[in-house]
């Protein structure tokens, strides 16, 4: 057992009380700080990307009716909402959702600061990023995040053009996300979902991105383990310390 200078037993609170102040503000400075960045899925209020299933949720079994339990069902695109892409998305014959590896969709991340971007992403203004040499997975906060006020899709939204993907593919990015329902321009979504599924980067849509600083981050993003799947709804959230200096 831990003693004092005098030989006594240190209690938990002789122990606390060694501690300074300042310490202890620093240890509470360190408190994790956790942001949802997935978009709920409500019926009418979520945008859809133009042919896409319709969101519906509904209470199929009810408590109040002598069911032995409330149970819903829900009908709706697997890219409904906060999603992530497979290369079978775009690619016949290739990988389902259910083969992207955990440790991709786990770490460090770095959320770009792309709002004074006017246009698209393309590689001219991705090299303006600033984005860090050893960030391997990157989220786009643009203009996009804004979008979320309105319920129905808007076309014009910021986007990655084939060759900035193909610059993210070559650098070695194993995620890529952004704050609308694509990473890909509307009129012409194959190009730059190819360039970056070809190469083996996973794709992470529909973010909701309004509460989040650029910089450094750690990213927790699950989806739903569908066999085979073109893509299936995530749960994502960002964390970091908030500590001011502490933001990797």
């Not at 979008?147 to 193909?166: G, H, I, K, Q, Y």
């Not at 709804?233 to 964390?239: E, K, T």
């Amino acid at each position: 057992m831990t003693q004092d200078a005098a030989g006594a037993p240190l209690t938990f609170a002789k122990r606390f009380a060694r501690v300074s102040p300042a310490d202890r503000a620093g240890t509470a400075d360190r408190v994790t700080r956790y942001v949802d960045v997935t978009v709920p899925l409500v019926p009418g209020l979520v945008p859809l990307y133009p042919g896409d299933t319709d969101l519906s949720v509904r209470r199929e079994q009810h408590r109040a009716h002598g069911d032995p339990a409330n149970v819903s069902s829900m009908t709706c695109s697997l890219h409904c909402g906060t999603h992530v892409d497979a290369p079978v998305h775009f690619f016949d014959g290739q990988s389902g959702v259910d083969t992207v590896p955990i440790g991709t969709l786990l770490g460090p991340v770095w959320v770009a600061d792309a709002t004074g971007v006017d246009g698209d992403i393309d590689a001219a203004a991705l090299s303006r990023l600033a984005i860090p040499d050893g960030a391997t997975r990157i989220l786009f906060r643009t203009s996009n995040s804004e979008l979320w006020n309105a319920p129905r899709f808007v076309e014009e939204f910021v986007s990655v053009t084939p060759d900035a993907a193909t610059v993210l593919a070559e650098r070695g990015v194993v995620l890529v996300g952004i704050d609308y329902l694509s990473i890909a321009p509307y009129r012409d979504p194959a190009p730059t979902h190819e360039a970056l599924l070809r190469a083996g980067v996973t794709i992470l849509e529909s973010l909701d991105l309004r509460a989040v600083e650029p910089g450094w981050w750690t990213l927790t993003c699950l989806p739903l383990r569908i066999p085979g799947a073109d893509g299936a709804p995530a749960r994502a959230v960002l964390s970091r310390p908030s500590s001011p200096d502490g933001d990797r």
